[in-house]
Each structure stands twice: as C-alpha cells, then as structure tokens.
C-alpha cells in the first residue's frame, strides 16, 4: 500500500522533483552552500567572488560545447520538437553570458585570459567533456543539463529573496541566474527531463540519477573552490 502511495506520488510530481526530495540534504548543500550564504547575508569576501567569476567564466566557455553535444542528441533522438527549442533557447542566451562576464570581469580588473583553472574547475570540465560522447544516453545527458542549470538557479534566488542582505555590486549577478525567466527556462528543461524519465529504462532511470548526484557533488566542490576550501 505504501509502496503504490510512493508510486502515484512520483507520478503526480515527476521523477526529478522525487528525486530532489530524496536528496534534499546534499542538493540544499549546493544550493544553500556558505559560499551563497555569505552573498546572501553580505559577508562574501571580494576575493572570493573574484575567484568564483574568473572560474566560473572558463567554466561557461566548456559548457558551450557540452549544451551544444546535449541540442545534437535532441536532434537526432527526440521526436519533440519543444526539447529542440528550449535547448537552442539556452544556447543562445550562453552568448549573451559569455559577454556578461567579460564585461563583469572588466569591473573586477580580472584578465580573464590569465586564468588558470583550479582542480574543481577542471574535473567539473572532465565531467561534461565525458558527457558529450556520443556513447551517453540523451535523457542521461538532458538531466545533467537541467541539474547544472537549476542548482545556479535556486542558490541565486536564494541570495535576492526578501530579507536577504546581498551587497548592491553583486545583485546583478544574483539576478542574472536567481530571476524568473531563467526560474522559468529551468522549469521547460525539467519538464523535458520528466518526460524522458517516464519512457526510459530501470537502467537509464538509475544512471540519470546517479548523474543528477554527481553534478549536485560537482556543483558544491565548484563552490568550494571560489571559498579557498
Ligand atoms: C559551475 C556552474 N554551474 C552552472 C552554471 C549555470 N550555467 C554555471 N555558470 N557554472
């Protein structure tokens, strides 16, 4: 009887919603991170941020690459045209991101093209470099695509929620991931995920979740990272 309970429960809220509530400790760990705490309470230390902007940029020109394998699959394996527009979506706004953060980097005095990347950085590349083969299954590689997007997503607007004390200079960058049309984005690529979930395997099932696992663990060693840990 319980067990049916937990079955009509995942199917009236999505596989990745059962799964954030089963992982709500380690995702509230990325997402709520002391690195986003200290942006939300005002305490962030400058350096910090610096640290996090110039590595998160050589981290975005990677992740072009690993969007643009995920829009490949689509195109090949999905018979929904909505997957192909909402990923071509998030393509083109990675343009306008690249450009956000060269400007950003500018304000900061950051020369961008002497950065080098840390640890963290380079094994979170290493991740999305394996994803793009085209060995990996596409709903493996849309619900890493959704993870990475949604984990920016929720700490952000963490930062920008009422009652939060996030110093003026860095509201922008909140705003940039924490607002509602990226909330909105995130949303359309869960729903892609959710739909592919319900038609695959117990073995694509198990890999998409592990996968989801792996980004949340990437996700917080990212931050980590900007915080000198
Ligand atoms: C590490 C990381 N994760 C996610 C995002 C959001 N695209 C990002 N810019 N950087």
Redesign the pocket.
Known sequence: MQAMAHVDEMKKIGMTEAWLRKHRPVYNAATKHPFIRSIRDGTVQIHSFKTWLAQ?YL??RE?VPFVASVLIKACKQSHDNDDVEVILGGIAS?KD?ISWFKREANKWDIQLSEVIPQTA?KN?CRLLESLMSPEVDYTVALTAFWA??V??QESFAHCIEEGSKTPPELKETCER?GNEGFGQYCKSLQKLVDQRLQKASDDELKKAEVMLLSIIE??IE?WNMSRGN
């Open positions: 998160d981290f975005v992740f990675l991101e950085n979170y990475i997007e984990v920016y991931w990437h996700e990212f």
